[in-house]
């Protein structure tokens, strides 16, 4: 009882300072993102006795992580309406596939060479850093791109990630040997394809007969938990239930989308608290050796070139929307959210082999991005 208390009075630190950041980010146009990990790491680092001011249990940051990952395995796919796709939507959403997927691939070989990984352990760090930072619709040519690649790039990132992991139990490299061994993991994405569609329908029906949703946000957040944990219980993957649950309900007739929407715009603000502020909580325990912040750096520029070439071969650009495209990377709380995931369920869904490595560096990884965002000007279009 004791723990849960604590647990709890840290949870309401954590959104009374992140309720702080945002007025103060709001006087003063610093980037939320940043204050909320300074914060984090002003945090970590205060002590009362020989106890840290924040202290998270396990099994509630489990949780709490569980429940962001629902969410935004949901969301990575909610606002993929085929419905809405045109040739420039069309174009952009390819463009940022081919970008997204290079950049993976490229920032995994050298992730690999730097760290002396297997290459699969190297794809699931390179899949956790895929996500982009969340920008708001807009009619100019970079705007537009940026918000139809933050929402392929969540999704990209999550069930890449769920894949990578699901791989990890092939051992062998034989052929013959490695069919037998991918029943499990295709059987698992078939069991969560299948409960997501099985509650999509669900909802939708449900939906049909509402003529007002004023309880849209809990009904959405219950329907992607259920989503993901029935999955799991079932033996399937739960970030492939709840991202087949948006998809389905983002294709459905036009009464669903309401109720996305004001989902996501009640669920965004506590989701970022939490999760930028913890991520600088957990900021403070990095290895910050000669040796780990050579790597960290050599991996984020070669990562950060990457990006910018193919976004230069992809399509025509100027200058200066190169270099504020390529800054749009790994900023998303997707990122978060799986880096969080890898290091609170150990010995279950994440619990894999150099996890701790992948976890610090994607934390530096964050840290890094969230500051070069702020140091590039200002720009209305992005939140």
């Known amino acids: ?167 990890t139990n092939v051992r062998n490299t034989l052929i013959i040997d490695i069919l037998p061994q991918l029943a499990p993991p295709l059987f698992s994405i078939t069991i969560g394809v299948g409960t997501g569609v099985f509650l999509g329908i669900i909802l939708f029906k449900l939906i049909q007969h509402a003529n007002e949703t004023p309880f849209a946000p809990l009904a959405i957040t219950t329907s992607a938990l259920l989503a993901y944990v029935l999955s799991e219980n079932l033996g399937g993957s739960g970030i492939f239930a709840a991202a087949t649950l948006g998809f389905f309900l983002a294709n459905a007739p036009s009464r669903t989308q309401p109720l996305i929407t004001s989902f996501e715009n009640s669920a965004a603000k506590p989701l970022s608290i939490f999760l930028y502020v913890t991520c600088g909580i957990i900021s403070t325990l990095l290895p910050l050796t000669p040796s780990f912040i050579t790597r960290t750096l050599l991996l984020f520029v070669s990562m950060l070139a990457t990006r910018l070439i193919f976004l230069a071969l992809t399509e025509k650009r100027s200058v200066h929307e190169l270099i504020t495209t390529t800054l749009y990377a790994p900023i998303g709380p997707t990122t978060l959210v799986l880096t969080l995931a890898l290091m609170s369920f150990p010995g279950m869904i994440y619990g894999i082999p150099h996890a701790p490595l992948i976890v610090q560096t994607a934390l530096a990884f964050i840290v890094l991005s969230t500051t070069l965002q702020t140091l590039k000007p200002h720009e209305n279009r992005t939140h």
């Not at 969301?75 to 069309?90: E, P, Y």
């Not at 081919?98 to 490229?106: E, S």
């Not at 930072?133 to 069930?159: D, F, M, Q, V, W």
């Open 1 to 167: 009882m004791y723990d849960l208390l604590i647990s709890m009075t840290s949870i309401a630190v954590i959104f009374f300072v992140g309720i702080l950041c945002i007025w103060l980010a709001q006087k003063s146009g610093i980037s939320e993102k940043l204050l909320f990990i300074i914060a984090g790491i002003l945090l970590g680092t205060v002590h009362i006795g020989r106890h840290t001011l924040i202290s998270l249990s396990l099994p509630l940051l489990s949780s709490l992580t569980l429940l962001a990952l629902s969410i935004l395995a949901f969301d990575s796919t909610a606002h993929l309406r085929l419905f809405d796709l045109d040739t420039f939507t069309t174009r952009t959403l390819r463009n940022a596939s081919i970008v997204l997927l290079c950049t993976l691939l490229v920032t995994a070989l050298v992730a690999r060479a730097l760290n002396a990984i297997p290459l699969l352990f190297a794809l699931i760090l390179a899949s956790t850093l895929a996500s982009t930072k969340l920008a708001t619709p807009s009619k100019n040519r970079t705007g537009a791109y940026l918000y139809h690649e933050h929402h392929i790039s969540c999704a990209l990132a999550l069930l890449l990630t769920a894949l990578f992991v699901l791989l």
